[in-house]
């Protein structure tokens, strides 16, 4: 970090993230975007979500509240490759044109005619999991704290690909959304931002998935939950808010769902988890939710507990036309992230 560096003065102009001028070298957290969404059905405008976020960042006042000496620390952002990119906005219109069909019906009478679209959206995605798991390996092989900035939900699932095969006992996942993400194969994608934990639980060293803030599911969802046999646990958004009402505390809850997670814990906050006025242009926004401060309470929770936070991600930040708000919020989640881990 430079020596004349002023964490008091505005971002100067070609800074790093929240304005920092250290080197990749010199940080201890990196963050990797992920510019991918591929198959969102609703709003789409995630892949341009790192940038929103980076360019909130330049507004954020380095003095965190609770962790104040956090830029001393060094935060820096990688780059997504290009090429990927291009790959992604190639496939973009390819994964619209299978979506409009399944809403139009033609996908279910005339099936073959996607079969080959299907196919090259999946490779698109395996090709960047592949780029993503190596990118965390490096950074990681390098002592640095690895966290994901996406992008839709589907991103993270090369870094629990890695994880698996790194972590040497099991590890819990405290998921804040709205949505469950428990579909299987959701439009006929393999790849979902709507599977993603469908799929993250085909990995046998992911112990626990606790679930926060839920208050959009389907059946299917509903009864994986129910035969998981307790392997996920879901802290519903109604029943905290009745909880609430009825004289329990947001640190009774939190104390619970700190004690359903094991000494290891991966971080994975969907921007929608919080409510809709804090992110109005996400991908699917649903009314309720957590309040800002009731997040980083949840998470300065966790890191008070003494568990082990082994890596994190925060998804689905949509840049909105004419408005920086939800760049803003995503910046400051991204902060406390960072400073808990």
């Not at 380095?62 to 990119?85: N, S, T």
């Not at 804040?176 to 799929?199: K, M, P, Q, T, V």
């Not at 619970?256 to 814990?265: A, D, H, Q």
């Not at 309040?291 to 949840?298: D, I, K, N, Q």
Request: net charge negative.
């Amino acid at each position: 970090m430079e020596k004349s560096f002023d964490p008091n003065a505005a971002a100067a102009l070609g800074s790093g993230i929240y304005g920092l001028p250290c080197t990749a070298e010199e940080a201890e957290i990196i963050i990797i975007p992920v510019e991918w969404e591929l198959t969102t059905s609703y709003n789409r405008g995630t892949v341009d979500g790192p940038s929103a976020v980076f360019d909130g960042s330049m507004q954020v006042d380095l003095c965190h509240h609770d962790y104040p000496d956090l830029w001393q620390r060094g935060i820096w952002m990688d780059e997504f490759p290009k090429e990927l990119r291009k790959l992604h906005d190639k496939l973009s219109p390819v994964s619209e044109e299978i979506i409009e069909a399944i809403e139009s019906g033609d996908a279910d009478e005339f099936p073959w005619k996607y079969e080959a679209k299907y196919k090259a959206i999946e490779d698109g995605f395996e090709k960047m999991f592949a780029w993503l798991r190596e990118r965390i390996e490096f950074w990681k092989k390098q002592g640095k704290k690895v966290g994901l900035l996406g992008g839709d939900h589907s991103t993270p699932l090369p870094y629990h690909q890695y994880l698996n095969n790194i972590v040497g006992v099991g590890y819990g996942i405290l998921h804040i959304d709205a949505h469950s993400d428990l579909r299987e194969r959701f439009e006929g994608f393999e790849y979902s931002h709507a599977s993603i934990f469908y799929n993250v639980l085909k990995l046998e060293k992911v112990e626990k998935l606790v679930q926060v803030a839920i208050r959009d599911y389907c059946h299917q969802e509903k009864q994986l939950i129910k035969n998981s046999n307790g392997r996920v646990k879901v802290f519903y958004d109604r029943d905290n808010r009745r909880r609430m009402y009825e004289g329990a505390t947001w640190k009774q809850i939190c104390d619970e769902i700190v004690k359903e997670l094991p000494e290891k814990v991966y971080i994975s906050v969907d921007i929608d988890g919080l409510d809709p006025k804090l992110c109005p242009n996400t991908g699917t926004p649903v009314p309720g939710g957590m309040e800002y401060e009731e997040l980083m309470y949840l998470l300065n929770r966790i890191k008070e507990s003494k568990k082990e936070i082994i890596g994190f991600d925060l998804c689905e930040v949509s840049p909105g036309e004419g408005t920086e708000w939800d760049g803003n919020v995503g910046a400051r989640v991204l902060y406390h992230l960072c400073g808990i881990i």
